[in-house]
C-alpha cells in the first residue's frame, strides 16, 4: 500500500482542519493507521492510530478530545481514506502531519513511530494565536 496525506494549512487558533490519508495503490485492510506530527526542533510525535478492520482508535493525551480519526472506504472512488478531524486547534498544535501504515504492529506499539513501515509525505499545519 502507498500512502498520500492531505488537508494541511492554516488556521486560526480554535478553528478546525481535517486531515486525510489515502491509499493510492492497495487498501488498508488489515493495517494499523497512525498519525504523526513534528514541529520545528521537536522529536516527531504521536497524535493517534486506528485499526482499519476493528475501527479501534487510540489518542495522545495532548489530543484527546478535540481530534478525532475515521475511516472512510466512500471518498474519492472508494479508495480507502484515513480522516483526522482536529477541532479546537491551538497554537502547539502546529506541525507537520504525517500518516503511516502497519501492517504487523501489536497494540502495544501502534504509539510508536519506529514500528511504521510505511510512510505517506507529511502535510504542514500551522494554527496562527
Known amino acids: 500500500v502507498q500512502l498520500q496525506a492531505s488537508g494541511g494549512g492554516l488556521v486560526q487558533a480554535g478553528g478546525s482542519l481535517s486531515l486525510h490519508c489515502q491509499a493510492s495503490e492497495g487498501t488498508f485492510s488489515g493495517y494499523a493507521i497512525g498519525w504523526f506530527r513534528q514541529a520545528p526542533g521537536q522529536e516527531r510525535e504521536f497524535v493517534a492510530w486506528?485499526?482499519?478492520?476493528?475501527?479501534?482508535?487510540?489518542?495522545?493525551?495532548s489530543v484527546k478530545g478535540r481530534f478525532t480519526v475515521s475511516r472512510d472506504i466512500t471518498r474519492d472512488n472508494a479508495k480507502n481514506t484515513v480522516s483526522l478531524q482536529m477541532n479546537s486547534l491551538k497554537p502547539d498544535d502546529t506541525a507537520v502531519y504525517s500518516c503511516a501504515a502497519c501492517r504487523t504492529c501489536i497494540l502495544s506499539s501502534l504509539q510508536n513511530d519506529r514500528h511504521y513501515d510505511i510512510w505517506g509525505h507529511g502535510t504542514l499545519v500551522t494554527v496562527s494565536s
Open positions: 486506528i485499526r482499519w478492520n476493528s475501527r479501534h482508535t487510540s489518542y495522545s493525551d
